[in-house]
Nanobody, 126 residues
Framework: QLQLVESGGGLVQPGGSLRLSCAAS????????IGWFRQAPGKEREGISC????????DYADSVKGRFTVSRDNAKNTVYLEMNSLKPEDTAVYYC???????????????????WGQGTQVTVSS
């Protein structure tokens, strides 16, 4: 079974930075597309980034492009989401997800992913 655990969330001031981690267990994450998603209270889940198998392709939602960077550390079997220039509207629970065959790395609603982490809260506030 594909298991994912997110960490790294917290409270940060506007303009600040956070790095989220998505640690994989039970599988080699480099073989699979890993997606990042977020959900704010009262809003639908939003796909924000993904990284393809082998780390060859990345994709970002317009809302985070130029501010967020996704990467892999295969030695640690972990995917990271570096978040800079954070805004209050980035406040949400952030999730990573994967699946055996989710298709290519293209940011979307996440309906192709069956395996999800528990989420980590990110709050951007002064």
């Amino acid at each position: 079974q594909l298991q994912l655990v997110e960490s790294g969330g917290g409270l940060v001031q506007p303009g600040g930075s956070l790095r989220l981690s998505c640690a994989a267990s039970g599988f080699t994450s480099d073989y699979y597309v890993i997606g990042w998603f977020r959900q704010a209270p009262g809003k639908e889940r939003e796909g924000i980034s993904c990284i393809g198998s082998g780390g060859g392709r990345t994709d970002y939602a317009d809302s985070v492009k130029g501010r967020f960077t996704v990467s892999r550390d295969n030695a640690k079997n972990t995917v990271y989401l570096e978040m800079n220039s954070l805004k209050p509207e980035d406040t949400a629970v952030y999730y990573c997800a994967t699946d055996y065959d989710s298709g290519p790395c293209i940011v979307g609603p996440g309906t192709d992913f069956s395996f999800w982490g528990q989420g980590t809260q990110v709050t951007v506030s002064s």
